[in-house]
């Protein structure tokens, strides 16, 4: 069975400071990964997404940026956070090959409050 | 401009009864509708979903209605229970894409 995990589960960060956050997939080999952001009772924006290792498409700019540098791992950083930034992090994934290939499944998330 | 919309924003049944969430979007190509649940604090988890090849899709208490032509469907969840309290995201992509566009939720209270 498929096992994600995200960490760290929440942050407490100043405007300003750098972010790192992790995702990772185990159970499944070549995955295609996402990042998600979900302000506090909103919906869900999708941010990043990788079919493969080294590559990362963006879907929209809030000055965050990805990387894959595993197979099983996904990164979500920034330099420098803004007050906009806070929010519920969700990394998905969905099988890179085979049926059902668009079906996504998320992680627990990491809860990220700027101030 | 919102390309998935969701009614009504906030929805609450009595145990027992048949709550109705809708869902419309506006790109025909759209062919892949999943509905994902969440709990607060949880991730979305995937509840049902439905192909724009077919016009219903059951599981169990959760039934999709799919209508093509109107660009519209709708989730029945019967026998509504407390435990089905929870946000209803319905989400929608086309083609395999790795694009998965979100509406803006409906928030369920299941009353006892």
């Known amino acids: 069975a498929q096992t994600i995990h995200q960490w760290p589960v929440a942050e407490i960060k100043a405007v300003g400071s750098p972010l790192s956050l992790g995702c990772t997939i185990k159970g499944k080999s070549s995955p295609n990964l996402y990042w998600y952001w979900q302000a506090t009772g909103g919906t869900l924006q999708q941010l990043f997404y990788?079919?493969?290792?080294?590559?990362v498409e963006s879907v929209v700019q809030l000055n965050l940026s990805a990387s894959r540098p595993k197979d099983d791992q996904f990164i979500l950083s920034t330099e420098k956070l803004l007050l906009s930034h806070s929010g519920f992090y969700l990394c998905?994934?969905?099988?890179?090959?085979?049926?059902?290939?668009?079906?996504?499944?998320f992680g627990p998330g990491t809860r990220l409050l700027v101030l | 401009q919102q390309q998935v919309r969701q009614s009504p924003q906030s929805l609450t049944v009595w145990e027992g009864e048949t709550a109705i969430l809708n869902c419309s979007y506006e790109n025909s190509a759209f062919d892949y509708f999943p509905w994902y649940q969440q709990f607060p604090g949880e991730g979305p988890a995937l509840l049902i979903a439905?192909?724009?090849?077919?016009d219903k899709k059951e599981d169990g208490r959760f039934t999709i209605f799919f209508n093509k032509r109107e660009k519209k469907l709708s989730l029945h969840i019967t026998d509504s229970q407390p435990g089905d309290s929870a946000t209803y995201f319905c989400?929608?992509?086309?083609?395999?894409?790795?694009?998965?566009?979100f509406g803006e939720g409906t928030k369920l209270t299941v009353s006892s």
């Open positions: 990788s079919i493969t290792v080294g590559q």
């Open positions: 989400a929608a992509s086309q083609g395999g894409s790795a694009k998965l566009i």
């Open positions: 998905a994934w969905s099988p890179g090959t085979g049926g059902a290939q668009d079906t996504q499944y």
């Open positions: 439905i192909r724009s090849v077919s």
